[in-house]
């Protein structure tokens, strides 16, 4: 396609006639003439937004399909939202809408813009988000199509009011769910299967690979979010050592944490040992942190919805980021570049 606004004709068959989840929450949704999506008023809680970006994994076979595969900066559209969910689930709040923007290099044709669409509107609506509006553009510039998606959501007044109770994270327990490494070892996984299976059965390479069905973490931040007085990180880019660090940063705060505990499932400790990388320092997409001063209740609570979570540590009221490891005492390093980028 050439550079500029995507044709209309295009725009409307292979763009807009793909968004099909609608919410009642929205009144009006952007299209062709109105650059603006409306929402229906709401009497109680505030909106919440956030943004994510990536470069997309095109569903074609051609030259640059290929090439790209082996990048893993390169991710699928579903991911895009189900990070961009994450983020606003990790808040307390409800995701409920969200803008995406693509910009396309000229080698894709139309039918490979159809099924970005097609993945975006399936992921949106297996997470209940409307597509609400953005832009589709071409550009000579961009070699891989890149998204950006801006979602909303909707934070309960029940959920502002515990959000704000939680601030104080001194003293509260350090709760992990599920697995720390699960998006890391499912990209590795899916990166070096040839070379997995040299080494280790089938079944355990498969199954590692399988991890991005873990992905979600809104059943847990309901969850949390119900137990009351939580705050919530969700774990991503730098692994569960980034995630504990910018949650003490941010709050100005230390933190305790007992590495032993720290949960890891026995395939991600092979395939980090395999890649040579840091488990504590790779992607874990699909494991939240949950800050609590009662966190027996919380994992309690979690655990009668069928969801792993473990207390790791406590934040504290000095300065000082301490990691044990049996009789081994350590200080927290500042967040480091992924490990992912470290795989083989």
């Known amino acids: 396609m050439n550079s500029g606004k995507v044709p209309v004709n295009v725009l409307k068959r292979s763009v807009l006639r793909q968004l099909k989840n609608k919410r009642t929450e929205i009144a009006d949704s952007a299209g062709l003439g109105a650059d603006c999506a409306v929402f229906a008023p709401f009497s109680k809680g505030q909106m919440v937004t956030c943004v994510q970006e990536g470069v997309v994994e095109l569903q074609c076979e051609n030259d640059l399909a290929e090439a790209e595969r082996e990048d893993l900066s390169v991710m699928p559209m579903r991911r895009i939202f189900q990070k961009c969910a994450n983020n606003l689930a990790a808040a307390g709040a409800e995701p409920v809408a969200a803008e995406l923007v693509i910009f396309l ?6 039918p490979e813009l159809k099924a970005l669409m097609e993945e975006a509107e399936k992921a949106a609506t297996d997470l209940n988000i409307q597509i609400i509006g953005g832009q ?28 704000s109770a939680g601030k104080k994270l001194a003293g509260q327990d350090i709760i992990i769910t599920k697995w720390i490494g699960l998006e ?8 070096n299967r040839e070379k997995l299976l040299e080494r280790y059965p089938a079944y355990l390479v498969e199954e590692a690979a399988a991890f991005d069905r873990y992905y979600s973490i809104l059943p847990e931040a309901a969850t949390a979010v119900k137990s009351g007085g939580c705050t919530m990180h969700d774990v991503s880019e730098g692994g569960v050592f980034a995630a504990l660090w910018e949650m003490a940063e941010g709050a100005g705060v230390g933190l305790t944490i007992d590495m032993k505990k720290l949960p890891l499932r026995q395939e991600t400790v092979e395939v980090c040992e395999f890649c040579n990388v840091n488990p504590y320092e790779l992607r874990s997409g699909g494991s939240l942190i949950i800050a609590n001063p009662e966190g027996t209740a919380v994992v309690e609570a979690l655990a009668a919805e069928g969801i792993p979570a473990v207390i790791v540590g406590r934040f504290t009221d000095s300065n000082e980021r301490l990691i044990l490891n049996e009789d081994e005492v350590r200080y927290m390093d500042r967040p480091q570049r ?6 083989v």
């Open 338 to 343: 992924d490990e992912i980028y470290k795989g």
């Open 105 to 110: 290099p000229e080698t894709v044709e139309e």
């Open 184 to 191: 890391g070892t499912a990209d590795l996984a899916t990166r």
């Open 136 to 163: 589709t553009r071409v550009s000579s510039a961009v070699r891989q199509p890149i998204a950006t998606a801006t979602g909303y959501g909707i934070l309960s007044e029940a959920a502002v009011t515990q959000a």
